[in-house]
């Protein structure tokens, strides 16, 4: 990637995260006041070409590179020896070693939000590996966030305090596979070894962790409780206050100068780690209703979570309207879903509109379901139930379907070929 940095020296409280929040288009590195040995980076996945690109593939081909590597996965490749192993610290004062953000003002409350907590699963033999904000207790404590999802199940199942690692600082297809949540045999570490053709991993304890990474903690989360929250989430809106889980490090790992990584709180990396994972599972539901779709999208504007938008080939009226219903089914955190033709590029927002502008009437084309089981992320849902939509905004199969096609010009010309540097 190309990388630029910021010389100036930046502070962990505040100023991190406001500078982050300019920074999120391209990977950066800045210096950070308070560790002069440490350096944050942020924007390694803040746009979906640089996302792309980190596996190899392009925006338009994303998902459906996922969804080869999901089915194939990959091999561990174990090794001796770790970059991060060469500082180790036993019970940690971890504040003195590591940045532990404060993002936002609510209480001053310290969190890391790059998180990866890996554990094992007993009952599937398996690797769990996901992410998981964790705020900051004081000493070698933290109380984590753990939605009813895998680790919370597993977790649940354990007799006493649970074995994990928290990572910090890895590929981006680590992180993307960190962000899945498909079943709960599903090894995500091995998914990113898919993606990347291999990977190298170290035994910590009884885990396996990327020989990569950058910073590691290996420690218990035990069955005492402590507050957790208020925080941003996906949406950008702050969250509640929480009885959540408290996680003890035993021992931390780091590399020589380490890299330390900056997710913002519901910002851009934040929605399309979330989302990108979820593209393929809605594409392969729709396929079952719409064979001819074409490809799907989670929008940035609607957090990568709330709107979507497909393509498909249309082949009979009711196409796009039967699109919309297997959507809404395929992702029921879903809101709103616009269908347009396959000659809509649908990364581009400028072209969707253009498609709604044009080939899209209410009175036609509209599909509401009301009452329906939706996201708790969305503010404005009603206990969890919300109003979903579809806009089938599609051009119609008819003798008429011309008039709604635009107008091509006669060359495609490559502008660089007209311009002169000065």
């Known amino acids: ?57 392009t925006k338009e081909e994303l998902i459906f590179k996922i969804s080869e590597s999901m089915d194939r996965g990959g091999e561990l490749m174990l090794s001796k020896e770790a970059p991060f192993l060469k500082n180790k610290i036993e019970d940690p004062n971890l504040i003195d070693h590591i940045p532990i953000p404060i993002f936002y003002r609510e209480k001053n409350r310290r969190y890391l939000s790059s998180s990866i907590i890996i554990a094992k699963n007993e009952k599937t033999k398996t690797q769990n590996m996901s992410f998981h904000r964790m705020m900051y207790l004081g ?37 993307l596979a960190a962000s899945t949540s498909y079943t709960p045999e ?13 990977i190298e991993v170290v035994k910590i304890g009884n885990l396996l962790v990327p020989r990569e990474a ?26 509640i206050e929480r009885k959540q889980p408290i996680f003890e490090c035993d021992t931390l790992y780091f590399r020589d ?23 393929p599972r809605i594409y392969k539901i729709i396929s079952n209703t ?19 938008i497909v393509s498909i080939k249309k082949r009979k009226e009711g196409d796009g309207k039967n699109a919309i219903l297997a959507a809404l089914a395929a992702h029921p955190s879903m809101k709103r879903v616009i269908v347009v033709d396959d000659d809509i590029n649908i990364f581009d927002d400028k072209e969707v509109e253009w498609a709604v502008a044009t080939r899209f009437q209410a ?9 329906s089981r939706g996201s708790s992320l969305d503010p404005s849902s009603s206990e969890d139930t919300t109003t979903k939509y579809g806009l089938d905004a599609t051009k119609p199969l ?10 091509k010009l006669p060359l495609d010309l490559n502008l660089e070929d007209y311009l002169q540097c000065t």
């Not at 599903?186 to 291999?198: H, I, N, P, Q, R």
């Not at 900056?262 to 979330?274: N, Q």
């Not at 074409?294 to 709330?306: A, F």
């Open 363 to 371: 009175d036609k084309d509209l599909v509401i379901v009301k009452d």
């Open 186 to 198: 599903f090894d995500e570490l091995k998914f990113a070894s898919s993606l990347l053709k291999g």
């Open 398 to 407: 008819n003798k008429e379907s011309k008039l709604f096609e635009k107008v």
């Open 257 to 279: 100068n380490p890299f330390f990584r900056v997710i913002l709180p519901g910002g851009l990396e934040h929605r399309i780690l979330m989302g990108v994972l979820q593209e």
């Open 290 to 308: 719409i064979p001819s779709v074409r490809n799907v999208r989670l929008s940035e504007g609607g957090c990568c979570w709330l709107h979507g």
């Open 214 to 239: 950058e910073i590691v903690m290996h420690g218990r989360i035990t069955k005492k409780f402590a507050e957790e929250g208020p925080f941003v989430d996906l949406t950008g809106t702050m969250d």
């Open 139 to 175: 000493k070698n404590k933290f109380s984590v966030r753990i939605t009813p999802r895998h680790l919370y199940e597993i977790f649940n199942n354990s007799d006493g305090d649970l074995e994990v690692a928290v990572v910090i600082g890895v590929h981006p297809a680590i992180e």
């Open 1 to 57: 990637m190309e990388v630029r940095k910021i010389e100036r020296k930046v502070s962990v409280d505040y100023e991190l995260s406001s500078l982050c929040s300019k920074l999120e288009d391209k990977a950066t590195i800045i210096n950070l006041k308070e560790y002069p040995n440490v350096k944050a980076v942020v924007g390694i996945c803040g746009t979906r070409d640089s996302f792309a690109r980190s596996i190899g593939t």
